[in-house]
């Protein structure tokens, strides 16, 4: 019960101060944000890793695998394009 | 889970991602804003390594490896255009991740978990797999691979409820099941909710893309929380709580941007004519548009592109509004081309930029950027709006509907109330479009049909190099 208490209050606290911090993102950064945002939703990359510390059968090894590949295309893959964005964004400034 | 060090060092985690995302403020900071989000992320991995002994680390190396390397090829090569696509492409990755993790502890794990976290795990798996087949099928759209216009099956509302009560039966099943039967319902959900990804994305399309890929982009952060909750990980809540607030906020500025309410987009879009032109009656055109003549009037007889040349030379202050046609036509570099010559010839020159301008939020900055614009000349819809009576010139490069002056003067029409650009307040109005046909919308443009406007009508890239040649 404790747990679960303690998930909710991070759901709603990370919710919460997300949405106040994104808030101020004026609207020509959006587009960097999303692709940002984007490649930090594939946070899951730690649970699929962490199928591997545990038993599980070959079939579910396989889906686990495919899964940190996936993830793992769409964390690298959004923080690069990402920021080849922002350096677009930059050059007018150096 | 529970012990303090690990908590501070996720919370320590967790901080430096918010802290990254605090630094998207301006382009400049943005940058190391996006590096220090990068870098927590990279402590996590560093943490779950450090903390757990994997069995299989050449796999799970091969894995991250290929993952990595294909992320960051595609990652180089894309261009601005391809972006949305991409991003598509990139939530139903993170979708897959999710649900195919979630289904995994589920199968594993189904006679130790508590009943919230199987509850949780039926969720990031229905979340996650719709997300997954929404974003393909929103990603092909985009890229060009389907057709763009939205697809409406027979019955469509009755299927998309069919679906979901299918799901919610089935997820109650599976979730308070046990035993082989929580392998057999989640396989089950996989199914359903991937059919409701499809049959969900299908009827969205053109100017809506925005609306989807941001709402996709939170269900994406959705199915990660729900994820976490399952394996118990305070990271992957925290992170996805974070990105589907995001998503959340861009949904609500694109809805916004449009004056529509979500469900309408999301649910209720075969109420708009998609095909058939809502026809704007001349008389509805506003009376001081109609009044208002162009001050220096073109000689009779000439071509439009002689005419728009006229315009230019004898304008001191252009607002160039572009829309999505323009990238379309790949006529970006043209128009920043076409802005430094009217800069050189000593002209005050802005960008006015709607927010629904493109296929994703703030896209016409990444496609303006990628053409070399200044982005201190890109100015939002509410910071330039009130100037265009003082503005000499408008310069609409494939824009319609976000420049229609229907949309404040003709009641029930689809874009009616949709904050627009006030093109038709300026002296003279210059149209670079393919065609005099309506926007995504349907409703005709009476802007095109003014006397001040001049129309060049034809590919962008083609006729804007042509009056770059005559400036030059």
Same mark, same amino acid.
């Given at each position: 019960m404790a747990d679960l208490v303690l998930m909710a209050s991070v759901f709603v606290v990370s919710f919460v101060v997300g949405y106040l911090l994104i808030s101020r993102v004026p609207p020509r950064l959006h587009t960097p944000l999303m692709s940002m945002t984007n490649a930090v939703s594939a946070v899951t990359i730690l649970g699929a890793i962490l199928l591997f510390a545990v038993e599980t059968t070959a079939c579910q090894k396989v889906l686990g695998a495919l899964a940190i590949a996936l993830a793992a295309f769409n964390v690298v893959g959004g923080f690069a394009i990402t920021d080849r964005m922002l350096r677009m964004f930059h050059r007018h400034h150096e | 889970m529970n012990d303090p060090w690990h908590l501070l060092i996720d919370l320590a985690i967790i901080l430096i991602l918010l802290l990254g995302i605090w630094r998207f403020t301006t382009p400049q900071t943005a940058r190391s804003g996006n590096?220090?989000?990068?870098?927590? /992320?990279?402590?996590?991995l560093g943490v779950v390594f450090y903390g757990n002994s994997i069995h299989a680390p050449a796999t799970v190396l091969l894995a991250l490896l290929a993952g990595s390397a294909l992320g960051s090829l595609v990652a180089v090569r894309v261009n601005m255009i391809q972006i949305p696509a991409m991003v598509a492409f990139q939530h139903g990755a993170g979708g897959i991740a999710a649900f195919l993790t979630s289904f995994v502890e589920l199968a594993r794990d189904s006679g130790n978990l508590a009943p919230v976290g199987q509850l949780s795990g039926v969720l990031g798996i !229905?979340?996650? #797999?719709?997300?997954?087949?929404?974003?393909?099928?929103?990603?092909a759209k985009l890229a060009g691979v389907t057709r763009q216009t939205p697809l409406i099956l027979p019955w469509h509302n009755w299927i998309?409820?069919?679906?979901?009560?299918g799901i919610c039966a089935l997820g109650l099943l599976a979730g308070f099941a046990s035993g082989p039967a929580v392998l057999y319902g989640a396989l089950g959900l996989i199914l359903l909710a991937s059919v409701l990804g499809v049959v969900f994305a299908i009827r969205i399309g053109g100017a809506d @893309?925005? !609306? /989807?890929?941001?709402? /996709?982009? #939170?269900?994406?952060? /959705?199915?990660?929380?729900f994820c976490g909750i399952i394996i118990e990980n305070r990271l992957l809540i925290a992170c996805g709580a974070t990105v589907a607030a995001s998503g959340s906020i861009l949904t609500h500025i694109m809805c916004q941007a449009m004056n529509r309410n979500l469900f309408r987009v999301l649910v209720a879009a075969d109420l708009r004519p998609a095909t058939a032109a809502v026809q704007v009656h001349e008389s509805s055109a506003p009376p001081q548009v109609r009044a208002a003549a162009p001050e220096a009037g073109p000689p009779a007889g000439s071509t439009p592109i002689e005419r728009a040349v006229q315009a230019v030379r004898s304008a001191q202050t252009v607002i160039v509004i572009p829309g999505y046609g323009m990238a379309l036509a790949h006529a970006q570099f043209e128009v920043a081309k076409l802005a430094d010559r009217v800069k050189q010839l000593g002209k005050e020159l802005r960008f006015a930029i709607h927010p629904i301008a493109g296929r994703m939020p703030g896209h016409m900055h990444v496609l303006l950027a990628e053409a070399e614009v200044d982005s201190d000349l890109l100015f939002d819809l509410r910071e330039i709006n009130a100037d265009f009576p003082r503005t000499d010139l408008v310069l609409i490069v494939g824009a319609c509907d976000v420049v229609n002056p229907a949309a404040i003067h003709v009641q029930g029409t689809p874009i009616s109330g949709m904050p627009i650009l006030a093109a038709h307040e300026a002296r003279q109005v210059l149209v670079?479009? @393919?065609d005099e046909k309506p926007g995504y919308s349907g409703v005709a443009n009476p802007l095109y049909a003014d006397p001040k406007t001049i129309l060049v009508l034809g590919d962008a890239? #083609?006729?804007?190099?042509q009056l770059l040649q005559v400036l030059a």
């Open positions: - | 590096f220090t989000a990068a870098f927590a /992320l990279l402590c996590a !229905v979340i996650g #797999a719709a997300t997954f087949s929404g974003s393909m099928v929103a990603s998309l409820g069919a679906t979901l009560v @893309m925005p !609306v /989807l890929i941001s709402f /996709l982009n #939170a269900t994406a952060g /959705l199915a990660a929380s670079f479009n @393919m890239k #083609a006729t804007l190099g």
